[in-house]
């Protein structure tokens, strides 16, 4: 399978903090999508989320704020 790169941009009608523990929360993730998710907190951390079709690691995350994954 080919890679591809993407920046996503949403406006979102909740909190910075809520969202940010949404994404990176495993049990909230979970809740979110219905869906079995493993996430690391850590830059350098990695996540596994939706039943494991989605996977790689943290590379910047500041909370509330950003988070940069490959």
């Given amino acids: 399978m080919k890679k591809r790169s993407f920046v996503q941009r949403i406006s979102l009608r909740a909190s910075a903090h809520d ?4 994404l990176m929360d495993s049990k909230k993730h979970e809740k979110l999508t219905g869906s079995a998710a493993t996430i690391s907190r850590k830059v350098g951390g990695k996540f596994s989320v939706y039943d494991g079709y989605a996977v790689g690691k943290n590379i910047t995350l500041k909370a509330d704020e950003l988070i940069v994954q490959s």
């Fill in 19 to 22: 969202v940010y523990e949404a």
